[in-house]
């Protein structure tokens, strides 16, 4: 059996070489290596699979955020709503573009943004809410939309997590994770569900105006060459990333279908034991799995993962501790207690291999190993 991975990017790789060789290969002979060909090419590609009007290719997913959010025209000291329990970009552009981040707590359940605490969260200041679309499976995003018509606040969704996911909305329709707000952003991180092999993101939208400021901002607020309207940054894919995630997205549903498969494995092992819940999934929203979390319940969290490291097997603590309590935020003065769930869940959770090239056998080994310990 292949050594266990979190993530198995050269197993993936084997298999489609030919191809992501081929389109390497093309950039160099053309020597395109910056705005070439393949970006622009994939980015169709990519807004006719998403079902979105405009994707604008940048640099990494919290590049995406940061222009996202420059876009909406947001001014110092406007508040900016966003969950605590999550990776640290989305909290720390806000903060370098001198908004203020009010964070909120999540729902056990989904790990997910809680639109309770939304609503009590938001104030006269308030202008976005930015959800983050965790481990893969799309925030409660109905009723989210709702509270941010009611109190016409903008929506930048997080989707560096879920691409490929859908939402359902009551009235049947269904939408790509990332596609519902004002801005959707999501990032082509090589451990990512399309991942390129470098750094790479994109920002997805639907409306024209905002599209021609995202792009304008990422290209040095420019719009006429050597005419700067605004102050921009430079972000950008690059178009040898551009010609993987090519390959890569023609794979997305499969790769999809694979991370699925393995999460069912996964929970039909743990079904019956409750010192283990497996990750809930809403009637709403598929789930893409770019985690798998479980919960362990009265379980000693470091024996478990020293008992699984002994044997070969890789875990991770997404996350350990939410960004209330980080050090870098210590000056919006929040305390320990003050979001509880977070708190709770950041001392319960552990992750487990999840990638495309998960075999049965490996399954089998992990889940036999996980049981093993949890039940003794
Ligand atoms: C990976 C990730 C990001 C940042 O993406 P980069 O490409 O690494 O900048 C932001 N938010 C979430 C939830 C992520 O998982």
Request: with cysteine; glycine share 8%; proline share 4%.
């Amino acid at each position: 059996m292949d050594r266990i991975q979190m993530v198995d990017l050269k197993g993936q790789y084997e298999k489609i070489k030919n191809e992501i060789n081929a389109g390497l290969q093309e950039v160099f002979d053309t020597a395109a290596f910056v705005k070439g060909g393949k970006v622009t090419e994939f980015q169709h590609d990519l807004e006719e699979y998403l079902g979105v009007k405009h994707v604008i290719p940048v640099g990494n997913g919290t590049d995406a955020l940061q222009v996202a959010l420059m876009a909406l025209g947001l001014k110092p000291g406007d508040e900016v709503i966003t969950p605590t329990f999550t990776f640290v970009a989305t909290a720390e552009v806000v903060a370098l573009l001198g908004l203020t981040p009010v964070l909120v707590d999540v729902d056990f359940d989904t790990f997910n943004i809680s639109v309770d605490a939304v609503r009590k969260a938001i104030t006269p200041r308030t202008k976005a809410i930015v959800p983050v679309h965790l481990f893969g499976q799309n925030a409660d995003m109905e009723p989210l939309l709702a509270l941010a018509e009611e109190y016409g606040l903008k929506v930048v969704e997080d989707a560096c997590q879920s691409i490929g996911s859908f939402y359902s909305f009551s009235d049947g329709r269904r939408a790509r994770s990332g596609c519902m707000g004002d801005i959707g952003c999501t990032s082509f991180f090589p451990s990512k569900n399309l991942g390129c092999y470098g750094d790479g993101g994109a920002v997805f939208t639907n409306h024209d105006e905002l599209a021609d400021a995202v792009r304008a901002i990422a290209n040095h607020g420019m719009t006429v060459r050597y005419y700067h309207d605004r102050v921009g940054v430079n972000s950008r894919l690059d178009s040898m990333q551009a010609a993987v995630l090519q390959v890569k997205l023609k794979y997305l549903d499969d790769y999809v279908a694979a991370r699925q498969w393995a999460a069912s494995c996964y929970d039909k092992a743990f079904a019956d034991t409750e010192q283990l819940i497996v990750p809930s999934r809403m009637s709403q929203s598929t789930h893409v799995f770019n985690q798998y979390t479980v919960k362990l319940n009265n379980v000693d969290r470091e024996g478990l993962r020293e008992h699984l490291n002994k044997k070969g097997i890789p875990t991770m603590i997404y996350y350990p501790v939410p960004l209330h309590l980080q050090k870098a935020y210590k000056s919006m003065r929040y305390k320990a207690g003050d979001f509880p769930v977070a708190e709770r869940l950041c001392r319960c959770v552990l992750s487990l291999p999840m990638h495309t090239e998960l075999t049965g056998e490996q399954l089998e080994k992990i889940t036999r190993s996980v049981l093993e310990y949890v039940e003794k």
